[in-house]
């Protein structure tokens, strides 16, 4: 493979990028660092019916923050500038002059209605309107026309299209890096617009002449532009360049079966579609970054959707999936997204950063507590419960009750508890002195103590007790454990908490 790869990620700013979308960014990006080419970022705004403000700033944003930046482009510069499509129209309108004189392309007249009524017309009789070779003769278009009458109609300022002139008859053979060979019969393919009526000029022209001007060497897409390779594969030819090599990426689905993944469907799905949060008629829909997942976590989870690297491992850092990288091994079909291995992901990316855990922990015990804790101490504490946890900020829940006493008690249990509350404080103050009479308050000497207690349902009940007053809940890790790192004298005022609020609720 050439060391000139050159692959450009080319959204348009219509909105956040989802899974889909970040993912193409991805395989790019992967590629071209594998071979050492450079990763260009362009931004198709072509549309700007459908323009969403903040949307590239927000593209940027979520490059940086999954830590695959372009090598050009957008905010990084280059020498192809400029990168937003809005302001390359001079270079698209000499480009289609090229094809008008070629006599690969014309203009077309018609109107938005008069094509509806063409489309209404054909429908009544059972057809489908297509505007291709078939119809375009019997149409408003400078292929029905002389020079004269085409000068007549432009110097009358009358609103047009330039269409691509498909010839019929072709068996168009083309190949995909994925799919392989793909032939596509002429005959079915439309004249499609290559420019607006208001003189933009449409994705198909612009991306193709944008892609032969800066070089590019792969086209890395969605499989939802699969349908316009053939046109893409003709403009080329029509240009006299040489064509980039294509793979078209498989779609990510629901795992509910209900299709691909949509930014329609954000605010109504049960799991994170986009990367980070986005704003939506003032509704905040959160991304994976304020969720908590590490980027690289994600970004993990996301190449091996689509991918695969052989083999059965699943854990790889950046660097690796460069090294690791093939778009020969992406798969054709759809891939179903499941949330739980988002969740494993993560997972597994939290028990290798346990010191951000630890810096994270530390920020939350100086802001609730004014006691000093020794690092043996946290670290003690992350390791008993990390493995209850599958992102960092749900480390405070799981291990608070190691420095601060629990504020509120299990609604449920505690009122199961004023049902008999004499019997129960009584057994909480005797328990109470006994725990004094233990000279090393340790895990062993604890569990000893409970074996005083000779009905395994009494025993049960009193564990019970204790871990509701350690706690707050009938949550956490071994009460032994948390009896001994708190020690004596905390255990019992613990246990004299809760007494006095069970006196309180009586």
Known sequence: MSHFVRVRFAPSPTGPLHLGGIRT???????????????VLRIEDTDQKRFVPNSESYIIKTLKWCHIEPDEGVGYGGPYYPYHQSKRLNIYRYYINKLLEKGDAYYAFETDEDLDRKRKEYKEIGLTFSYNYENRNKLDNSLNMTNKQLKKKLGACSSYVIRFKINPGEKLKMHDIIRGCITVDTDHLDDKILL???????????S??????MKITHVIRGEEWLSSLALHSLLYRSFGWESPNFAHLPLILRKDGKGKISKRDADMLDFPIYPMQWMNNNTIIPGYKELGYFPDAFVNMLALLGWNPGGEREIFSLQELIKSFSLKRIRKSGVF?????????NKRYLIKKKEEVF???????QKNTISKYKTDYFWKVINL?????????EIWEHSFYFFIRPSFYDPYFFNKIKNNHEKIILKLNDAK????KINKFISVNLKLFFQNYKENKCRIKMMQLFRLSLVGSLKGVDIFIIFEMIGKEESIQRLDNLINKIKEKI
Not at 28 to 36: C, D, P, V
Not at 208 to 213: E, I, M, P, R, Y
Not at 337 to 345: Q, S
């Open 25 to 39: 960014a991805l395989y790019n990006y992967l590629f071209a660092k594998k071979y050492g080419g450079t990763f």
């Open 208 to 213: 193709t002449v944008d892609d032969h001007l």
């Open 337 to 345: 997204f499941d949330i739980k291995k988002v969740y494993w992901f």
């Open 385 to 393: 419960t990390i493995n209850r946890i599958h992102f960092i900020h």
């Open 433 to 436: 002195s006994s725990l004094y």
């Open 196 to 206: 607006k009526s208001y003189g933009g000029a449409t994705y198909h022209l612009a």
């Open 359 to 365: 810096s994270f922990l530390c920020k939350k015990v």
